[in-house]
C-alpha cells in the first residue's frame, strides 16, 4: 500500500470514528424524601442520603429501600421507562446527529413516623397464618 493509500485509510478511519463518538447520553436519578438526610438504597447498594443523585446505565426495574431512625422504613420498586429516542433505529440518529444531553429523572418519597406495632393485632395476623399453613398442609399433593 502506498502512503497516499494508507494516508486516505487513515484519515476515511478517523472521521468514520468521529461520526460514532458523536452524541453522548448521561442518565441522572435524584431520589428526594419528606425529611431529607434519609438513607437511600438502590438495588441492594446504599447510595447516599437524600437527596442524591446518581448515574445508571440501565432503563428498567429499580428496587429502592429509604431508611430513617423514628420513621417506618419504606422498602418499594419503580421503572424508569426507555425514551422513544434512546430505541431502536431512533438511538443510532440521536447518538450521531445530536449533542450531548442528560436524562433527569426525580423520585420523591414520604416517611412515615414510626409507629409501635398493636400486640392483639400481631398475634392475630399470626394466628391467622397459622391457621393457613395448616389448611394448606392438609391439602392432598397431586403428582
Aim: net charge negative; hydrophobic share 35%; glycine share 6%.
Amino acid at each position: 500500500m502506498s502512503r497516499t493509500g494508507f494516508a486516505k485509510s487513515l484519515i476515511t478511519v478517523t472521521v468514520l470514528t468521529g461520526f460514532f463518538l458523536v452524541g453522548c447520553v448521561q442518565r441522572k436519578l435524584t431520589i428526594n424524601t419528606t425529611p431529607s438526610d434519609a438513607i437511600v438504597i438502590l438495588n441492594d447498594e446504599e447510595i447516599g442520603r437524600s437527596p442524591v443523585t446518581v448515574g445508571f446505565e440501565w432503563y428498567g426495574d429499580f428496587s429502592v429501600q429509604v431508611e430513617k431512625p423514628g420513621y417506618q422504613t419504606l422498602a418499594t420498586h419503580r421503572e424508569i421507562k426507555r425514551p422513544v429516542r434512546d430505541r431502536f433505529p431512533f438511538d443510532l440518529f440521536t447518538d450521531l446527529f445530536g449533542s450531548n444531553r442528560i436524562n433527569s429523572y426525580e423520585w420523591s418519597f414520604e416517611l412515615e413516623p414510626y409507629q409501635e406495632p398493636n400486640k392483639d393485632e400481631l398475634i392475630k395476623a399470626a394466628e391467622k397464618l397459622r391457621a393457613e399453613t395448616i389448611t394448606e398442609l392438609e391439602k392432598p399433593v397431586l403428582e
